[in-house]
């Protein structure tokens, strides 16, 4: 089967590209003298992660209980379960567990943390300090930080594996110096807390940052044992506008048929709308001159980008472009198929059950790749 070939819209993935992209970081982690655990709440996928953690200690992140299972089947042991656990999650978390999986689980209250010590199970606990995002994290109240340590010191079946943070204010960077400064924040945030738990005499071994800014931009990462960017292995339109990569990394990107030609308005519609693309208009806040609506039109065959179009707006099932120069509708007559390149890969990616797999430079789908989707 050939790109040309395929039912739209599709997804796929550039096999060339995102294995470029994981080298890249890799060698990143290594220059900064960390263990990479990729973060995988973006491909959810076995094969995305084999090449992930290439060469590597073999850890992952995930943003789902079902990654983790899905991951463990896999052959991925090492899984840090990176978002706050409610207890009404500990008996499924504590299976995996019993089943030889070595799951770190994350919260960051000290009434979570008297939970996991009355559980019957064994939890490995990782505390989450926030850093500055202000999403989930216990701020700079060290004397909440200490209660759960305390209270993970003394249970007779959990431990306290370490401390994490996550700057997802990097995003809000627009140059290597904001990114460099949130970098920073997120590593003595971290480093410090882990800090102040040893001052107790309690051990602390994981201390984990990570996005997929901050990992490119820090100056170096001391007291760190890990990073965890997730982004970086598919990469976006809005990454590539902050600097993260460029747009000929993107590796993952919608392939949608042209339906429709209306001239008199100068638009021309897509069989990709919200549901295939989702609505999220990241770009949105690199102003003007980078706000890529809801996905960068690019050339099915190569991947480069088409005249600046974009979707402007969408439906459903319908992704609508602005078509300012009329000989385009020429150019890109009802039936032709071109690539929509996300705007935020990982809500793009969540509407399908798999990939379509090909090399940069080839036409020919070599592999299906399986996602693994749901909570």
Not at 277 to 303: I, N, P, V, W, Y
Request: charge should be negative.
């Amino acid at each position: 089967m050939k790109l040309s070939d395929l039912q739209t819209p599709c997804l796929i993935l550039d096999r060339t590209r995102l294995a470029r992209n994981c080298s890249r970081m890799i060698d990143r982690a290594k220059a900064l003298g960390v263990a990479l655990r990729p973060h995988m709440k973006t491909g959810k996928s076995a094969e995305i992660a084999k090449l992930a953690t290439a060469g590597q200690p073999g850890g992952v992140t995930v943003s789902t209980l079902a990654e983790a299972e899905y991951l463990f089947e896999n052959g991925f042991a090492d899984i840090l379960y990176a978002v706050c656990l409610p207890p009404s999650k500990l008996d499924r978390a504590a299976a995996l567990t019993a089943h030889g999986a070595d799951l770190k689980i994350l919260i960051d209250s000290p009434e979570v943390a008297e939970d996991i010590a009355a559980h019957p199970g064994s939890h490995k606990v990782v505390i989450e300090i926030d850093c500055g995002e202000h999403r989930t994290g216990v701020d700079h109240d060290r004397s909440r930080l200490l209660e759960i340590a305390r209270i993970l010191a003394g249970a007779e079946r959990s431990t306290l594996a370490g401390v994490m943070t996550h700057a997802g204010h990097s995003y809000r960077g627009r140059t290597p110096d904001d990114m460099r400064t949130v970098a920073a924040t997120e590593r003595d945030a971290a480093v410090a807390a882990a800090e102040a738990i040893r001052a107790e005499g309690i051990d602390c071994a994981i201390v984990s940052v990570g996005s997929t800014p901050t990992a490119l931009y820090a100056d170096h990462l001391e007291g760190v044992t890990e990073m965890r960017p997730g982004v970086y292995t598919l990469g976006d339109l809005f990454q590539a506008g902050i600097g993260s990569h460029g747009v000929e990394d993107i590796a993952a990107s919608v392939v949608a048929s042209v339906i429709s030609h209306n001239r008199a308005r100068g638009t021309l519609m897509l069989d990709a709308g919200g549901i295939a693309l989702s609505k999220d208009r990241s770009t949105q806040a690199l102003g003007e001159d980078g706000d890529m609506g809801f996905g960068l039109l690019a050339d099915l065959q190569t991947g480069a980008p088409l005249d600046g179009l974009t979707i402007r707006g969408t439906h459903q099932e319908h992704g609508e472009v602005a078509v300012g120069d009329p000989e385009l509708f020429a150019k890109l007559p009802i039936g032709t198929k071109v690539r929509v390149l996300p705007n935020h890969v990982c809500m793009t990616v969540a509407a399908y059950e798999g990939y379509e797999v090909f090399e940069e430079g080839s036409d020919e789908i070599v592999a299906q790749w399986e996602r693994r989707n749901g909570w």
